[in-house]
């Protein structure tokens, strides 16, 4: 990672009695891809308008290159962005959409058919400057926006839930495209999404956001695999939350019951009685039936009992929703396998669920969160 590029520090962004950004710290690099994750409404657009300054800050400070952009007016700022619409002009054939901005910025002549010719290269449609943008597809049309946006050589681009509008598999590509495109480019990426699955596949830091804060920054795997609260837990992937209770704590770690059944887990960070979740991803569970648990008797200790209600085949992975004894569903997950007993488990079937000694992750308590996500 490079040094740090943009710094955002206690901003905050208010609309008469509503506080939509509440105090957002924020440092990014020079050549990072951020993304800022959340569901809707909570601030992740109206922080990309700050820095866009299509919006003014209620308070805090937005610097890009220890320079103060509060100060700069939004045409004048080093910053582009692409909107989920796009907002090509209809009427303009490609290459005069993206000669749009270096014109109004007094770009002429070779150097402006130049500057155009590198952008339209660059995202790979140097072929469809005298098109307009109803002759394209939408993932070209979406590569015409960014290309504008290039085509200015801004400090950083942001981008605002631009692959929405797309189909599946269209979409799929062009997270692959966008990734690739800003490594060459080099550019500083923050990019608006509420797509748990989006954002970690193309980001290398994850900012997710609820009402107005931040919960946790950090690289895709540590926001998947060491989530900091119950919310982030819930809200990336699919997650199975467990209410438990700490029991003690002894030189090996902590004497945890969840379910009736007493484990001792490696977290240190709780004191006896205090109410947790353990967070377990549906591909951490493994489901066995009475016969199976049997052959595997170290497991017996650990294995919780459980009832199946559904039985989900996804083609490449098999998803099973049990009813723990003690009421909690929750979500096991397989990779398919012709062989796997999982595809044989017949709904209201007992079996017995486990995973790995020492695989839980604790959370603090939160009576939102128990059960599947």
């Not at 939509?20 to 922080?47: M, N, Q, R, W, Y």
């Not at 598999?169 to 495209?177: A, D, P």
Request: charged share 30%.
């Amino acid at each position: 990672m490079g040094e740090t590029l943009l710094s955002i520090q206690g901003l905050s962004k208010a609309f008469g009695d509503c506080r939509v950004l509440d105090a957002v710290d924020i440092d990014v690099a020079s050549g990072e891809f951020l993304t800022l994750l959340g569901p809707s409404g909570c601030g992740k657009t109206t922080l990309l308008r700050l820095i866009a300054g299509l919006e003014a800050p209620s308070a805090g400070s937005i610097t890009l290159a220890d320079e103060d952009l509060v100060r700069i007016p939004a045409e004048r700022r080093p910053v582009n962005t692409v909107f989920q619409s796009y907002a090509l002009f209809p009427h303009l054939t490609v290459f005069d959409n993206v000669a749009f901005g270096p014109h109004l910025h007094g770009v002429r002549g070779d150097e402006l058919r130049q500057a155009v010719a590198e952008a339209l290269a660059t995202v790979g449609l140097a072929e469809f400057a005298n098109r307009k943008p109803a002759q394209l597809s939408g993932g070209q049309q979406q590569r015409v926006a960014i290309a504008r946006a290039v085509v200015n050589k801004p400090r950083v681009l942001l981008l605002d839930e631009p692959l929405s509008a797309l189909d599946y598999k269209l979409r799929k590509r062009m997270q692959v495209e966008l990734k690739q495109l800003q490594r060459r480019l080099g550019i500083t990426f923050i990019f608006v999404t509420h797509d748990q699955e989006e954002a970690l596949s193309m980001s290398d830091r994850v900012a997710v956001m609820n009402e107005g804060r931040i919960e946790q920054l950090d690289t895709p795997r540590r926001i998947y695999e060491e989530p900091a609260s119950v919310f982030v837990a819930r809200f990336v992937g699919e997650t199975n939350l467990l209410p438990a209770t700490v029991k003690g704590r002894d030189e090996g770690g902590l004497l945890l019951e969840v379910e009736g059944i007493e484990l001792k887990v490696r977290p240190p960070r709780f004191d006896p009685d205090d109410k947790v979740h353990v967070m377990l991803r549906p591909e951490d569970l493994d489901v066995w039936s009475r016969e199976e648990l049997e052959r595997h008797p170290e497991l017996k200790a650990r294995a919780i009992a459980a009832r199946v209600e559904e039985v989900i085949y996804k083609g490449s992975t098999v998803d099973l929703l049990v009813r723990l004894s003690g009421g909690d569903r929750v979500a096991a997950s397989a990779f398919f396998d012709e062989e796997d007993p999982t595809l044989d488990y017949k709904r209201d079937e007992e079996v017995f669920v486990t995973w790995p000694k020492d695989w839980e992750v604790l959370l603090p308590w939160d009576s939102g969160g128990a059960g599947a996500g």
